[in-house]
Every structure is written in C-alpha cells, then in structure tokens.
T-cell receptor, first 112, second 112 residues
Framework: DAGITQSPRHKVTETGTPVTLRCHQTENHRYMYWYRQDPGHGLRLIHYSYGVKDTDKGEVSDGYSVSRSKTEDFLLTLESATSSQTSVYFC???????????FGQGTRLTVV | EDQVTQSPEALRLQEGESSSLNCSYT??????LFWYRQDPGKGPEFLFT???AGEEKEKERLKATLTKKESFLHITAPKPEDSATYLC?????????????FGTGTRLKVLA
C-alpha cells in the first residue's frame, strides 16, 4: 500500500474559519487528488495535482483551494468554512497515467 | 460527460449466496475501469483494474468482468467479511487528464 497520511483525522470547526487539511505521501507519486464523500453522492473530485505547483479544479472546487510545493505534500484549504463543507475528505495518489489510485484514511470535518 | 452508475444501491445476501454487482458507464475513450472496496470509516481499497472489453480478473471470491458499456463484480459464495461498500470508477481518455469518476457504490451485507 502507498504510504498516505491524512491529518487531522477529525476536526470540528466553526463557520467562517479557515481550515487546512494535509495529505502526505511517501511513494513519490506524481498525481494527487482531493475528494469529498457524502451520502448519495459518492466520491467527488475537488482538486487534483499532476506535479509540484501544477494543480487543477475538479467538479466541486468552489470554496476550496490547494497547494503543492513538494511532491509529498498536497494541502487542501477551506478559506471560510461553511456547513455545506461538512464531509469526509479523502486524499488519493497514483504514480502513472491509467493505474490504480491509493487512498488515505480520510478526514472527517464538521463545520458548526 | 463521463458518468458511472452502480446498481443495486444495497444488497443483502446470505452466506454462500452468490450474486453480481453492476457498474454501467459512459465515457469518451476508456483508459481504465477500477473496482474498490470500502469498509466503514476507512478509505477505499483497490481491488481490480480492467482496461478493455472482454477482460476478466479474479481475487479470491471476487471476479470482475468488462464490456463496452458495463462491468460486473461477481461474488461467489460470499462470507460475512465480504460485507462492505464496493465502488466503481472510470478514467476517460478524452478528458485530457487522469481524473477518476466514481459511482455512488453498492453497500453489500452478507449475513451468517
């Protein structure tokens, strides 16, 4: 299994506060992804990265930003958290094009 | 637009009762179709990758097959430990990226 660590694993925050989630990988994988998982919607792509400083938007990117300054770290930031961003967030990585992705254990975020 | 639909949403089986899960997809040029297993509170765990129609892969009691429009995950003589949510995902070639599009999953419960 790819060494993917998400932090924190659980977080409760107040509406309007900034929040940063971290994904750290030890496999030197080029591609990294942030998904959110909600009942009835499955996994939806927020942002992805195809290299250091190379990122792009997914289908549900509004209200989120990302940064990747090192191969091993991919940060997801909620600039001003809203209740609609309460969700479970997963980071995933993979090495080459059409190969399988490996997932972290998830971060459960609650915005109150 | 690339799309994945999984059915049924939920399935209850008796131990030993074989069945199949369906993943129907619409994609512009299939790079790959992926099956994952997800246990409660954990990240998805990779099971199989299928690349072209007619391809089949097996792992213990699981067998995945692929046609041009759908994939099946056959579960033979399931055991309670096979209980999980099974996710299907596709990568489309014409999107120009390696994004994965996920279905909403099938929740499988195997009763002893």
């Amino acid at each position: 299994d790819a060494g993917i660590t998400q932090s924190p694993r659980h977080k409760v925050t107040e509406t309007g506060t900034p929040v940063t989630l971290r994904c750290h990988q030890t496999e030197n994988h080029r591609y990294m992804y942030w998904y959110r998982q909600d009942p009835g919607h499955g996994l939806r792509l927020i942002h992805y990265s195809y290299g250091v400083k190379d990122t792009d938007k997914g289908e549900v990117s509004d209200g989120y930003s990302v940064s990747r300054s090192k191969t091993e770290d991919f940060l997801l930031t909620l600039e001003s958290a809203t209740s609609s961003q309460t969700s479970v967030y997963f980071c995933a990585t993979h090495s080459m094009g059409n190969t399988e992705a490996f997932f972290g254990q998830g971060t459960r975020l609650t915005v109150v | 637009e690339d799309q994945v639909t999984q059915s049924p949403e939920a399935l209850r089986l008796q131990e030993g009762e074989s069945s199949s899960l369906n993943c129907s997809y619409t994609v512009s040029g299939l790079r790959g179709l992926f099956w994952y297993r997800q246990d409660p509170g954990k990240g998805p765990e990779f099971l199989f990758t299928l690349y072209s129609a007619g391809e089949e892969k097996e792992k213990e009691r699981l067998k995945a097959t692929l046609t041009k429009k759908e994939s099946f995950l056959h579960i033979t003589a399931p055991k309670p430990e096979d209980s999980a949510t099974y996710l299907c995902a596709v990568q489309g070639a014409l999107s120009g990226t390696y994004k994965y599009i996920f279905g909403t999953g099938t929740r499988l419960k195997v009763l002893a």
